[in-house]
C-alpha cells in the first residue's frame, strides 16, 4: 500500500503532519525576487466565458512557455470545478491556486472562490474580498497587481461576461507595456465586459478565442519583444527612423514627441512593431505612413495615462491638511482655482474636485461659484470623455459608498457625477509643453507626466510649476515625481507623498516658456557650467591623488569660473581675497570679492574675456587682517581642454607685505634716495595709467548709456502709445465683456430651461413605461430610453451602431423594411407583435419630425399589451363558447336590439327559416323576406312602452309551411343602460302540428 503524501506549504516547503507541528524537512525558502522569465497571461471572464476558455485552452500547445492564471466572477458558496473542467481541453497543469506559491510556465491557475487573487514577485497571494458580492472587480484588481509586478512580460485577455470588471485592468496593463486581448464581441454570449473594454481604444487584439494563442505566441517570440536591451539608441539609421515617426506624428496630430524619454518611445514603438509583426523600424515607419490609422493608434498609446478615482488613496487624505489651510486663508469672495495637467479621462480632477467640495463644508463655505477647477491635457479623445462624467460602475472599488451616494448617480451599468461636481470643472485640450500655463492656481496637481519625459524638459517644467501658483500654493506630484533641484522653490509638506508648498522666491530669471525641444542627434559638446559637472572629470586613482595634494601645498590659491562670473571650482584657500556676506550663499566673484581688488578683478575678467587671452596685474594692494600686501591677480581664458572651454581661471599670487616688498627693493638698489623717489614715481605713473584706463571706460559707457538713454526714451515712446492703444482695448473688451455675461445669463437661463425640460421628459418617459428608441435617417440609434434596454440589449457605448446588427426578443423580422417604408411614405404604422418571452408589445413608427418640420429619422415605441391581449383571447373565448351552447339549443333563438334589428340567430334559427346570417344579421326583422310576423311586431311595439314579456305567442310563416309557432319574448337583462336587447325564442308546437 502506497504511503499518502502530505500537504506541503508551498511557501516554506515543509511537511505538515496532522495534528502536529511544522516539521522543517526543508529548508524555508526566503520571500526573495523571483526572476520570471516568461510571460504571465491574465485571463478574466464572467457568465458565458466557460465555453471560450475551452475553445482557447484547446488551441495553446502544451509548451508555450507561458504561465497562465484565470479569473473569474464564481459563486463563493460553491466549490469550484473549474479546475477539473478544464484540465480535459489542455496537456498543461491546471490546479486551483494557492496562497503564496511561485508561478511555473506551462501552468494554469484558477481563481478559487470568494477570494481576491493578486501577484508579487511571481508569487500568487491570496485576500479576502474586501467588498461585498456585487460590488467586488476580481479582475481589475488581479489585472493591475499582473502590470505592476510583470510589466511589458504580461498580457491581459478578457472573455465573455456582464459589466465592466477588467477595464481599468487593461489600461494598467497598457501602461506597463503589456498586451491586451478581447473576445469578439460578435463570438459571446455576453458582451458587456469585452464591449467595456474595446471602449478604452488601448485593446490590440479583437479576437475569435481559437485565434488568441497564435497571436499570444507570435508577439512575444518577435524579436523586439525577447530583447531585454534598454540601452539609449545609438545607431543612426535607428535615430533617423525615430525622428521620422516623430515627423508623421507632427504632421498628423499637430504634437512633438521628441522630448519624450527615449526609453518610453522606443518600447512603445517596438511593441506596435510586434503587434503588426513587422521585421523592424524602417518597416514600420513604411506601413505608418501607407496606414494614417495606425499613426492616431501610437499616438494614444503614447498618451495612455492611467488613472483612476483617487489613485494613491493616501496622499489625497494627507492632501486634505494643507488644503483646509488654504482655504481658510482665502478672503470671502476670493477665488479658489486649480489646475490639473494631463488629467487624461477626468478621474482625478473629479476626485480633487470631490476633495475640494468636502473641505469647503468642513468649513461652511457654500459659495461652490467661486471654485475654478481648469483640468488639461493632450489628448482631445480623453478630455472628451471626461467632459462627459460618465464611467463604468467598476469604480465602485476605489470610491467609498458615501461618497458614491453622495456626488454620483447610478444608471445603467454606470456612475453619472452630479452637477454640482461638475460644474465645477473646465475641460480643454492644452499641451503643456508649448502652450501658455494656466496662472494664479491653488493648487496645482501633475501626476505620472514628468516621469515620461527626458531631464532637460523637467528642469523646464518646474519653475514653470511654481511660477503658475500663488503664493503658498500647493503642488501635487506622483509618487514616483519630485522637484529635483528646484528645492529652493518649494517646501515639502510630505515628501513622501509627493505634496509641496511654493515658496516666496522669484524664479530663475532665465525660466524658458518657449520650449524648442531638441531632436535625437549626437550631442554637441557643452560648457560645464556646475561644479558637479566639473568634479565628474575626477577619477580615484593614485597619480590623480597625489597630483591633488601637490596642487593643494605648492600652487598659489586659485579659482575657476564662468563668463557670469559664478564660481565653479576653488583651488587652496580663497578665504583672504574674497569673503561672503549674511543672507542666501552667492558664489559669484562680482559679489564675493573684496573691496581692495573687486575693481581690478573686474577690469582684468573683462580684459581676458574680450581678448580671449591671459591678463596679469602686478602690484595691486590689499589689506589683510590690517596690513596692506601686494597681489599679482593673473586671469586665463581657457581653449584647451574642450570641456572647459570658455570658462576663466583666476589665480591669486600674495607677494608680501608692502612694507617688505619695499625694504627688500631698497636692500637690494643701496637704500638711496633717488630709489625711493623713483619708486614714488613708478607708483604715480601707475596711478596715472589706472586713472586714464577708469577714465576712457567711464567716458565708454557714459556713450553707452547715452545710447541707451536714447532708445529708452523711443521705447517709452512706443510704450506710451501702445498704453493708450491698450486702453482703448480694455474699454472695448469691457463692453464686449459685458455682452457676453449678459449672454452668459441667458445661456445660463436656457441652460436651466433646458434641464428642467430633460427632466420633465425623462420623467414623463419612466412614468408611461414606453420603450422608445429613436432612429436616425440611417437607422442608427441616437437615443433611447431605460425600458427599451429590455426589449432591446443596449448600452450606452451602442449609440451611433445599426438597429439591425442588435437583438431584439420581438418576433419582426420585416422591421427594417418597415422603418424605411415610414421615412419614405412618411405614414404612421402600428402593428401588434410577439416576443420571445411570450409577450405582446404594440409596435407604432412615426416619422421622426424637428421644430423646423425636418425629418430626421423615426421613433419606435413599444407598448405592454400582454394583458389586453390575453383579455381579448378569453373574450373570445367565452364568445365561441356562448355561440356554442346556444347553437346546440333545438329552439330557434334570435336577439334583437330596439330597432328590431337583428344582432345575432342561432343554428335552428338558419335550419327553421332556411336563411343564412349574412341574410339577416344587421337587417331590421320584420322588413326581412319571409320573416314578416305581424303579430309579433304589434305586441312588441305595445311591450315597448311598459315591460316586454310575451310567454305565448302564435307565429306564422310561409317558410316553415303548415308548422305551428310558438313564440317566447323576454327583455334581456344587461347592465349597459343605453344598450337593451330583446331575445326572441320559437318553436315548433308539436300538440298543434296537422297530421
Same mark, same amino acid.
Given at each position: ?100 506559491? $511561485?508561478?511555473?510556465?506551462?501552468? +494554469? ?6 477570494? %481576491? ?36 512580460? @504580461? ?32 463570438? &459571446?454570449?455576453?458582451?458587456? =465586459? ?74 512603445? +514603438? ?94 461652511? =463655505? ?11 491635457? !493632450? ?29 454620483? #448617480? ?23 509643453? /508649448? ?6 492656481? %491653488? ?39 519630485? *522637484? ?25 530669471? @532665465? ?85 581692495? #581688488? ?5 577690469? !582684468?575678467?573683462?580684459?581676458? &574675456? ?64 633717488? %630709489? ?24 565708454? @559707457?557714459?556713450?553707452?548709456? /547715452? ?41 445660463? !437661463? ?6 428642467? &425640460? ?9 412614468? =408611461? ?6 432612429? %436616425? ?53 402600428? #402593428? ?30 413599444? #407598448? ?30 334570435? $336577439? ?5 334589428? *337583428? ?32 303579430? !309579433? ?31 317566447? +319574448? ?26
Amino acid at each position: 500500500m502506497k504511503k499518502k503524501k502530505e500537504p506541503v506549504n508551498p511557501i516554506y516547503k515543509t511537511t505538515l503532519k496532522k495534528g502536529s507541528r511544522l516539521t522543517k524537512k526543508k529548508s524555508i525558502v526566503p520571500l526573495e525576487n523571483n526572476n520570471i522569465d516568461f510571460p504571465v497571461v491574465g485571463i478574466g471572464g464572467s457568465a458565458g466565458a466557460f465555453q471560450a476558455l475551452e475553445q482557447f485552452f484547446t488551441n495553446v500547445p502544451a509548451g508555450i512557455g507561458m504561465a497562465f492564471i484565470v479569473v473569474m466572477h464564481l459563486d463563493p458558496t460553491k466549490k469550484g470545478m473549474v479546475p477539473e473542467l478544464l484540465q480535459r481541453y489542455t496537456k498543461m497543469k491546471v490546479r486551483q491556486a494557492l496562497d503564496g506559491e $511561485v508561478i511555473q510556465k506551462n501552468c +494554469v491557475y484558477i481563481i478559487p472562490p470568494a477570494k %481576491d487573487i493578486s501577484i508579487l514577485n511571481g508569487r500568487l497571494l491570496l485576500l479576502e474580498p474586501s467588498k461585498p458580492r456585487g460590488f467586488r472587480m476580481p479582475i481589475d484588481f488581479f489585472f493591475q497587481s499582473l502590470g505592476q509586478d510583470q510589466r511589458d512580460r @504580461s498580457a491581459a485577455i478578457i472573455l465573455s461576461g456582464m459589466g465592466s470588471d477588467g477595464e481599468l485592468g487593461i489600461k494598467v496593463i497598457k501602461e506597463f507595456l503589456g498586451l491586451a486581448i478581447v473576445q469578439d464581441p460578435g463570438s &459571446t454570449e455576453f458582451n458587456s =465586459m469585452p464591449l467595456a473594454s474595446i471602449s478604452t481604444g488601448f485593446v490590440d487584439y479583437v479576437l475569435q478565442p481559437e485565434e488568441m494563442a497564435e497571436k499570444l505566441l507570435n508577439y512575444f517570440h518577435h524579436p523586439v519583444i525577447k530583447s531585454d536591451d534598454t540601452s539609449e539608441v545609438v545607431d543612426v539609421k535607428i535615430q533617423n527612423a525615430l525622428l521620422k515617426i516623430f515627423m508623421l506624428l507632427r504632421t498628423q496630430t499637430g504634437h512633438d514627441f521628441s522630448m519624450y524619454k527615449r526609453s518610453t518611445i522606443n518600447r512603445r +514603438v517596438e511593441r506596435r512593431i510586434a503587434v503588426h509583426q513587422l521585421s523592424g523600424i524602417t518597416e514600420y515607419v513604411n506601413y505608418l505612413r501607407e496606414n494614417s490609422h495606425e499613426i492616431d493608434v501610437l499616438f494614444k498609446e503614447l498618451l495612455i495615462g492611467v488613472t483612476k478615482f483617487f489613485r494613491d488613496k493616501e496622499a489625497f487624505e494627507e492632501l486634505e491638511k494643507p488644503l483646509l489651510s488654504l482655504l481658510e486663508s482665502k478672503q470671502e469672495n476670493e477665488p479658489v482655482r486649480f489646475w490639473v495637467a494631463a488629467c487624461s479621462t477626468g478621474e482625478e480632477a473629479y476626485s480633487l474636485a470631490i476633495v475640494l467640495k468636502e473641505c469647503m463644508e468642513k468649513l461652511n =463655505m457654500s459659495n461652490s461659484k467661486r471654485v475654478q477647477i481648469f483640468a488639461t491635457d !493632450l489628448d482631445a479623445a480623453a478630455i472628451e470623455k471626461a467632459r462627459t462624467g460618465i464611467y463604468f460602475d467598476n469604480l465602485s472599488g476605489d470610491v467609498t459608498e458615501e461618497r458614491l451616494n453622495r456626488f454620483f #448617480i447610478h444608471q445603467n451599468n454606470h456612475y453619472i457625477i452630479k452637477k454640482e461636481i461638475r460644474e465645477m470643472i473646465i475641460f480643454a485640450q492644452h499641451n503643456i509643453i /508649448k502652450d501658455s500655463p494656466f496662472t494664479k492656481v %491653488d493648487l496645482l496637481s501633475c501626476r505620472n507626466l514628468m516621469i515620461y519625459l527626458n531631464s532637460e524638459l523637467q528642469k523646464k517644467l518646474v519653475p514653470l510649476f511654481h511660477y503658475s501658483l500663488n503664493k503658498e500654493g500647493l503642488l501635487f506630484l506622483g509618487n514616483s515625481e519630485t *522637484v529635483g533641484i528646484y528645492s529652493d522653490l518649494f517646501n515639502p509638506v510630505n515628501n513622501r507623498l509627493r505634496i509641496f508648498k511654493r515658496k516666496d522666491v522669484v524664479s530663475f530669471s @532665465s525660466m524658458d516658456y518657449s520650449f524648442t525641444l531638441p531632436r535625437y542627434e549626437t550631442p554637441p559638446v557643452q560648457t560645464l557650467t556646475t561644479v558637479n559637472d566639473l568634479l565628474k572629470m575626477n577619477k580615484n586613482n593614485l597619480p590623480e591623488v597625489f597630483q591633488n595634494i601637490l596642487l593643494e601645498k605648492y600652487t598659489p590659491p586659485s579659482l575657476i569660473m564662468n563668463e557670469r562670473g559664478d564660481v565653479l571650482y576653488v583651488n587652496g584657500s580663497l578665504s583672504r581675497f574674497v569673503e561672503i556676506g549674511t543672507g542666501e550663499p552667492n558664489m559669484n566673484i562680482y559679489k564675493i570679492a573684496k573691496t581692495g #581688488i573687486r575693481y581690478e578683478l573686474s577690469r !582684468l575678467i573683462t580684459q581676458s &574675456t574680450t581678448n580671449k587671452s591671459t591678463q596679469i596685474r602686478e602690484g595691486v594692494v590689499l589689506n589683510i587682517n590690517g596690513t596692506d600686501h601686494i597681489l599679482r591677480l593673473t586671469c586665463s581664458y581657457i581653449k584647451d581642454p574642450s570641456p572647459l572651454e570658455g570658462l576663466i581661471m583666476i589665480i591669486f599670487e600674495d607677494l608680501g607685505v608692502k612694507e617688505d616688498v619695499k625694504s627688500t627693493r631698497l636692500k637690494k638698489t643701496g637704500s638711496k634716495e633717488s %630709489d625711493i623717489i623713483l619708486e614714488l614715481e613708478k607708483e604715480l605713473t601707475k596711478t596715472r595709467l589706472q586713472l586714464e584706463s577708469t577714465i576712457q571706460q567711464m567716458e565708454t @559707457s557714459f556713450e553707452e548709456l /547715452k545710447s541707451s538713454n536714447e532708445e529708452l526714451q523711443s521705447t517709452n515712446e512706443e510704450l506710451q502709445s501702445t498704453n493708450e492703444e491698450s486702453i482703448t482695448s480694455k474699454e472695448e473688451m469691457q463692453s464686449l465683456n459685458e455682452e457676453l455675461m449678459s449672454i452668459n445669463v441667458q445661456y445660463q !437661463l436656457k441652460s436651466d430651461e433646458l434641464s428642467q &425640460t430633460n427632466n420633465d421628459m425623462r420623467n414623463l418617459m419612466d412614468s =408611461m413605461e414606453i420603450a422608445t428608441i429613436f432612429l %436616425d435617417n440611417n437607422l442608427l440609434i441616437k437615443k433611447f430610453t431605460p425600458k427599451a434596454a429590455e426589449i432591446v440589449k443596449l448600452i450606452p457605448s451602442d449609440v451611433g451602431r445599426p438597429l439591425s446588427n442588435l437583438s431584439l426578443i420581438v418576433n419582426y423580422k420585416s422591421l427594417e423594411k418597415e422603418l424605411k417604408e415610414v421615412l419614405l411614405k412618411l405614414i404612421t404604422k402600428e #402593428i401588434t407583435v410577439p416576443s420571445r418571452k411570450g409577450k405582446w408589445y404594440s409596435l407604432r413608427i412615426t416619422p421622426y419630425r424637428t421644430s423646423e418640420n425636418f425629418i430626421a429619422g423615426v421613433v419606435l415605441a413599444f #407598448i405592454d399589451v400582454t394583458k389586453m391581449k390575453q383579455l381579448e383571447n378569453s373574450l373570445s373565448d367565452a364568445v365561441e363558447y356562448s355561440e356554442g351552447i346556444i347553437n346546440s339549443l333545438p329552439d330557434a333563438i334570435i $336577439v334583437l336590439d330596439y330597432d328590431y334589428k *337583428v344582432v345575432s340567430v342561432n343554428q335552428s334559427f338558419r335550419k327553421l327559416f332556411k336563411i343564412s346570417s349574412e341574410q339577416v344579421v344587421g337587417f331590421n326583422l320584420f322588413k326581412t323576406a319571409g320573416l314578416h310576423f305581424p303579430e !309579433l311586431k304589434r305586441k312588441l311595439d305595445a311591450g315597448k312602452k311598459s315591460k316586454i314579456d310575451i310567454t305565448e305567442l302564435e307565429l306564422k310563416s310561409k317558410v316553415a309551411g303548415s308548422k305551428t309557432l310558438m313564440a317566447t +319574448v323576454r327583455q334581456m337583462p344587461t347592465k349597459m343602460k343605453e344598450k337593451k336587447l330583446i331575445v326572441v325564442t320559437i318553436r315548433i308546437d308539436k300538440q298543434g302540428r296537422k297530421e
